[in-house]
């Protein structure tokens, strides 16, 4: 059976840093159609959010210049097989 792969663009909405020396961050994630920014293919694009906690510090700087810029994110949905 084929599975079918779901693709979203979402934005990086904000970011909560933990306490500590090395920090955790929550980064909150929304979908990227404000504004009429990917207008066509938002209209397939249901309400989402996406929350993670990220204890990487190297992902966490790259989540914040990806918040800093606006960067819109292309995410996959994959069924995982193995």
Same mark, same amino acid.
């Given at each position: 059976?084929?599975?079918?792969?779901?693709?979203?663009?979402?934005?990086?909405?904000?970011?909560?840093?933990?306490?500590?020396? %090395?920090? &955790?961050?929550?980064?909150?994630?929304?979908?990227?159609?404000? $504004?009429?920014?990917? /207008?066509?293919?938002?209209?397939?694009?249901?309400?989402?959010?996406? %929350?993670? &906690?990220?204890?990487?510090?190297?992902?966490?700087?790259?989540? $914040?210049?990806?918040? /800093?810029?606006?960067?819109?994110?292309?995410?996959?949905?994959?069924?995982?097989?193995?």
């Amino acid at each position: 059976m084929e599975t079918a792969v779901i693709t979203a663009r979402f934005y990086v909405v904000g970011i909560e840093y933990g306490p500590g020396e %090395e920090p &955790t961050a929550r980064v909150r994630l929304s979908p990227s159609y404000k $504004d009429g920014r990917n /207008a066509e293919w938002s209209k397939a694009t249901p309400s989402a959010s996406m %929350e993670m &906690t990220v204890t990487n510090q190297d992902a966490i700087k790259k989540f $914040d210049a990806w918040r /800093a810029g606006s960067t819109d994110l292309h995410i996959t949905i994959d069924a995982v097989t193995d």
